[in-house]
């Protein structure tokens, strides 16, 4: 079973790759493909690639609020009965991921990089400790969870046109007494660079080392004609404005080109952008995470490649 | 609050490979709980609130965490011990979970996550175990009303706010300011007063586990090619690459 994220008007992508995945292992440990959809039950129309769409409609589920979706859920499961529960790693995965472990008693693999069905049990790899060390675990027993990073199973695999059964399921109501409301849904700040819709993107992490140096990196974004990107220190820190982050909780970007400069590649970032199209990493650390994404790497100091190449491009 | 490896430090694995091998590894304090005591410093600092700093016995240099967040600001710290030593989060949150049964607090505030959280997260465990409301990914907390007012961030920067009831449990993604300072001085006069509060709590009931095979260092995929020369050299290659995909004039 998929728990499926939406914004009201249209599945995310991230669900998609998890319903591609499950239904691969539905085959595999001969059972079905279900999501459990909670809101609006005209999205099941999006769900043409599910054997079954599960949804739950009340007030209470119109947005995404933790405990309303945990109490929904907590009610599909005990009544569908799955053999897994898969969620995405993101916030709907650490709120509700751990929670349901607890209440449903299933053993839950996080940080979840891949997963398959081996003779009836279902094995899954987790990347922990920030993505150097990998895992690999038996989910034992007749249920699981797991929380799946995204971006890491095709989406094209969860799509189709299918019609699925929706099964229309009582809301409970414990969702009439929750003890949280959502007050004020903040959109991301718009009116900045969409990195998003960028042919190609010149990208700078940690080893930039100072605001003073951005500069250098901005001339050859400036050069190429293209946005200026950053991981996640770089916009906590202030240097840029976070409609700049790529990474799981910033933005997530398909470039042609991403050029990236003093980035380690922590997993939360390749997360953002290991599918672009051409990856060129430089990084003076020759065991920096990123080289296992990209497809060219230099372990020369940026501060000495970033002039170079703009003299090259300008010239 | 929770010790984890020190992740600028190579990795090493037990014989067996099923696990990390903990001995000589250099453990630092979760950033994400360091994160979440500084929230709470925070909301001690607008409402008066008092802060319990609270850790696991066998937590690798935990005596000092506990100390530094007395020195920071928390009122009380407490060392709690009665769990068999397990590090899955999973038995973890169980034996915090009997303590905080006993020993309730209005707001329970910890880290989304930790490095090593192969098993799931503390905050939801907690919260299930308890029986109250949580939120994750939390990037603010302040007191209202009957409860508290909490941000919940989200991917590409789009943010929640919700109100919960309090008693209630948070999961601090990132405070709404860097962790305070305390000045080592300040921490060794902690440690010198003492006053660390040790207790033993018996464990809820945890969930069954996962059964792990083996964990392993990632292979480098091995396809990232290496652009050699200097500086100038690699800057050619570059550029070479982009004009051959159309990205560059020229």
Not at chain 1, 250 to 258: C, D, Q, R, S
Not at chain 2, 34 to 55: C, F, N, R
Not at chain 2, 95 to 102: C, D, F, I, P
Not at chain 2, 120 to 127: K, T, V
Request: some cysteine; glycine content about 10%; charged content about 20%.
């Amino acid at each position: 079973m998929v728990l499926a994220e939406h914004t009201g008007k249209q599945i995310s992508e991230g669900t998609y790759e998890l319903l591609g995945k499950a239904r691969e292992l539905a085959a595999a440990l001969g059972g079905k493909a279900e999501v459990a959809l909670f809101g609006p039950s005209d999205l099941a129309s999006q769900l043409g690639g599910a054997d079954v769409v599960v949804s739950v409609d009340h007030p209470a589920l119109s947005d995404y609020l933790p405990e309303a979706y945990e109490q929904a859920l907590t009610a599909v499961l005990a009544d569908r009965d799955p053999r897994l529960l898969l969620m995405s790693n993101a916030t709907v995965g650490l709120d509700l991921g751990a929670a349901l472990s607890v209440r449903w008693q299933a053993p839950l693999a996080a940080y979840v990089t891949g997963l398959t069905a081996e003779a009836g049990l279902v094995v899954a790899t987790a990347q922990i400790l920030g993505g150097k060390v990998l895992a690999e675990a038996e989910l034992t027993g007749e249920r699981g969870i797991a929380t799946v990073v995204g971006g890491v199973f095709p989406a094209v695999a969860g799509q189709g046109d299918g019609s699925p059964e929706v099964v229309e399921f009582a809301a409970p109501t414990a969702l009439d007494s929750l003890r949280m409301s959502l007050r004020r849904v903040v959109e991301p700040q718009g009116g900045d660079v969409d990195i998003t819709a960028a042919d190609m993107l010149v990208s700078v992490g940690r080893g930039i080392d100072g605001q003073d140096n951005l500069e250098v990196v901005q001339e050859l974004a400036d050069a190429l004609g293209v946005p200026l990107s950053a991981s996640r220190p770089v916009v906590d820190a202030g240097w840029l404005p976070k409609s700049r982050q790529v990474g799981k909780s910033g933005l997530k970007v398909k470039p042609k080109a991403y050029l990236c400069f003093g980035i380690s590649g922590a997993p939360e970032h390749l997360e953002g952008m290991r599918n672009a199209e051409l990856i060129i990493a430089c990084n003076t650390d020759p065991g920096a995470p990123i080289f296992e994404v990209a497809h060219y790497a230099a372990t020369v100091d940026l501060f000495d490649l970033v002039p170079a190449l703009v003299e090259r491009v300008q010239g | 609050m929770k010790a984890v490896p020190d992740l600028v430090e190579e990795i090493e694995l037990t014989p067996d490979e099923t696990d990390i091998d903990r001995e000589f590894l250099k453990f630092v304090l979760n950033e994400w709980d360091s994160q979440a005591l500084e929230e709470a410093l925070l909301v001690k600092d607008a409402t008066g609130a008092e802060v319990v700093a609270v850790g696991l016995a066998e937590d690798p240099d935990i005596d000092q965490a506990l100390y530094t967040a007395i020195a920071k600001g928390a009122d009380a710290a407490v060392k709690i011990s009665g769990g068999d030593g397990s590090t899955r989060t999973g038995d973890r949150a169980a034996l915090l979970a009997g303590y905080l049964s006993s020993e309730p607090a209005d707001l329970v505030i910890t880290g989304v996550q930790a490095a090593d959280d192969l098993d799931g997260q503390l905050p939801p465990m907690l919260a299930a175990h308890l029986g109250l409301p949580h939120v994750s990914v939390v990037v603010g907390i302040e007191a209202s009303g009957d409860g508290v007012t909490v941000r919940q961030e989200f991917t590409g920067g789009r943010f929640h706010e919700l109100h919960l009831t309090t008693p209630a449990v948070v999961g601090v993604q990132a405070a709404r300011q860097a962790p305070r300072y305390a000045p080592i001085s300040r921490i060794r006069q902690a440690m010198q007063a003492g006053g660390l509060r040790e207790t033993e709590a018996a464990p809820a009931a945890a969930v069954p586990g996962l059964t792990v095979r083996r964990m392993y260092r990632p292979q480098a995929a091995g396809r990232a090619q290496l652009l050699t020369g200097d500086a100038d050299e690699v800057a050619a290659k570059i550029v070479d690459l982009l004009r051959g995909r159309g990205l560059v004039k020229g």
